[in-house]
């Protein structure tokens, strides 16, 4: 990861998860043969003889189903789907040799069919990770991305940096979702002080799910809030981070079928997909303090035009385009 305006400090990579190489927008056809189905039960409610199957069986069923619905990273979806199911850790599954119970196999057995209709395998599980650490994430809430990481990575060398001038920076964070940003920062630097603003109250809920699980329930205010509505009276953060929503209006019916089973509001970023970016530029004076940092997420063809909007602002001091591990513009740094 690395910005593409020289002068800047090149921060250092962030590892992936462990569910990165299970992509939410892996390519599902919508039709197609799909060879799996259920077991058949016996009259007592369990699974019978014909079809009872160890964990290597059930493994190597669910990956060629997978496979055969078009699933990029098959064999490792499955992993997740068994060893979920099952209890067990990836590296236990393949030590396993037992049968599962009738339960566990109709519950894999569920999720496999789920995830060939195109749900996405971290709805299923209930969790994705990010920024090496574990999140819950439900139909409420955008589920994160790797390419955000790379904002994260890049906010936290900047707080980083700021905790060592003596200063506690104060962030804010616009439409936090499963609260993924939030988290990530507030673990990172824990003297910074955090507000994140989301417009959902479903969203909010797994947002304070996630702050509960990792004990950052007193460090992060959680707001309900239409975007900047109510923050705009003085500046008074340091970082102003966000994720907006930026794929165009018309695209959204053409997105892959996983990303149906995200909200909409988390999506859909106006005509040309860059309504809230426009916004943030034009409210960043009023919530940032002196040589403070607006960052925020946005779609490689929309950097650069991002970049010239920002640049022609009189508050903006510097600008930068923020790229993923894979060298891609996705995100814009503008320093006030």
């Not at 069923?61 to 990029?72: D, F, K």
């Not at 599980?125 to 999140?135: A, E, P, Q, V």
């Not at 906010?155 to 988290?183: F, K, Q």
Request: aromatic share 4%; proline share 7%.
């Amino acid at each position: 990861m690395e910005r593409s305006r020289v002068g800047l400090v090149e921060p250092h990579g962030q590892a992936r998860g462990p569910l990165h190489d299970a992509p939410c927008g892996a390519n599902i056809p919508p039709t197609g043969p799909l060879k799996y189905s259920r077991p058949r039960q016996g009259g007592d409610g369990g699974v019978d003889g014909e079809t009872c199957r160890n964990v290597r069986q059930v493994l190597r069923e669910a990956e060629e189903a997978l496979q055969q619905a078009g699933v990029v990273s098959a064999r490792a979806e499955a992993e997740w789907l068994v060893a979920e199911a099952c209890g067990l850790s990836r590296t236990e599954l393949f030590l396993a040799d037992s049968l599962p119970e009738p339960e566990i196999l109709r519950r894999i057995d569920h999720w496999v069919l789920s995830r060939l209709t195109g749900e996405p395998l971290q709805h299923l599980i209930g969790y994705t990770d990010f920024c090496g650490h574990r999140l819950e994430v439900s139909r409420d809430v955008l589920i994160p991305r790797p390419e955000t990481e790379a904002l994260v990575d890049e906010a936290r060398n900047y707080l980083e940096a700021l905790t060592r001038r003596g200063i506690a920076p104060r962030v804010l964070d616009l439409g936090t979702g499963s609260g993924n940003i939030a988290t990530s920062l507030s673990l990172a630097i824990p003297s910074c002080v955090v507000v994140a603003v989301e417009l959902s109250w479903n969203a909010l809920r797994t947002a304070r799910a996630n702050l509960r699980r990792h004990q950052l329930g007193s460090r992060v205010l959680l707001i309900q809030a239409d975007w900047t509505q109510g923050l705009l009276r003085k500046p008074a953060f340091d970082l102003v981070i966000s994720n907006p929503p930026y794929v165009p209006t018309s695209h959204v019916h053409g997105l892959p079928r996983e990303v149906g089973y995200e909200p909409r509001l988390s999506l859909d970023g106006g005509c040309d997909g860059m309504a809230f970016h426009r916004r943030l530029i034009a409210d960043a004076p009023a919530l940032l303090r002196r040589d403070g940092v607006l960052c925020m997420e946005c779609a490689e063809s929309q950097a650069e035009v991002l970049c010239q909007l920002a640049s022609r602002q009189s508050w903006v001091r510097e600008v930068a385009i923020v790229n993923d591990l894979a060298g891609r513009p996705r995100g814009l740094w503008v320093a006030s």
